[in-house]
T-cell receptor, first 114, second 113 residues
Framework: NAGVTQTPKFRILKIGQSMTLQCTQD?????MYWYRQDPGMGLKLIYY???????DKGEVPNGYNVSRSTTEDFPLRLELAAPSQTSVYFC?????????????FGSGTQLSVL | GDSVTQMEGPVTLSEEAFLTINCTYT??????LFWYVQYPGEGLQLLLK???ADDKGSNKGFEATYRKETTSFHLEKGSVQVSDSAVYFC????????????WGAGTKLIIKP
């Protein structure tokens, strides 16, 4: 089972460049999330989606955009990369929320902006 | 606001040693508490959880007890194996933060044979 697949695993960007982090899941989960993890810090929620066509901001959305045209895919777009966006990015999905929630994560994307 | 604090790593132990990874939290009310684990090259996965005070979550030989009086959810295992080497994340979900898990920074565990 593939689960949650993120690509790429590593990327180096120059300041001002744009890129899309891809995330796809094959579990038919409605809920999907993008997190970032800075060194020595906990994961911070960037954006989330409760189903196709519905997205909302998390704790740290500035500098990012998302879309959810299908249940499977939840890409994260960086329009004008800045050094502050150097981080590890995780995509996750779940079939429910609340106390019975169980998140399934991708293996992460390590992004450096130089 | 709500927060989670974990002990800094890396934690290095010999095989068959006893493991404790500390996790304390600050939150109003009665949050649910989670431990997630990330094995090398993989995504995070749920290890165990507890949803109310004095609950004990357990899985794969790991245990953690929800202690309201000390606002803690320490992870323990009686005898670790090399295969337990991973990064462990403590997290909480509060009833007032519907979609937001609050995460600790993670603790890297290294088990030497």
């Amino acid at each position: 089972n593939a689960g949650v697949t993120q690509t790429p695993k590593f990327r180096i960007l120059k300041i001002g460049q744009s890129m899309t982090l891809q995330c796809t899941q094959d579990m038919n989960h409605n809920y999907m999330y993008w997190y970032r993890q800075d060194p020595g810090m906990g994961l911070k929620l960037i954006y989330y989606s409760v189903g196709a066509g519905i997205t909302d901001k998390g704790e740290v959305p500035n500098g990012y955009n998302v879309s959810r045209s299908t249940t499977e895919d939840f890409p994260l777009r960086l329009e004008l990369a800045a050094p502050s966006q150097t981080s590890v990015y995780f995509c996750a999905s779940s079939d429910t929320t609340g106390i019975n929630e169980k998140l399934f994560f991708g293996s992460g994307t390590q992004l450096s902006v130089l | 606001g709500d927060s989670v604090t974990q002990m800094e790593g890396p934690v290095t132990l010999s095989e068959e040693a006893f493991l404790t990874i500390n996790c304390t939290y600050t939150a109003t009310g009665y949050p649910s508490l989670f431990w997630y684990v990330q094995y090398p090259g993989e995504g995070l996965q749920l290890l165990l959880k507890a949803t109310k005070a004095d609950d004990k979550g357990s899985n794969k030989g790991f245990e953690a007890t929800y202690r309201k009086e000390t606002t803690s959810f320490h992870l323990e295992k009686g005898s670790v194996q090399v295969s337990d080497s991973a990064v462990y994340f403590c997290a909480l979900r509060n009833v007032d933060s519907n979609y937001q898990l609050i995460w600790g920074a993670g603790t890297k565990l290294i088990i030497k044979p």
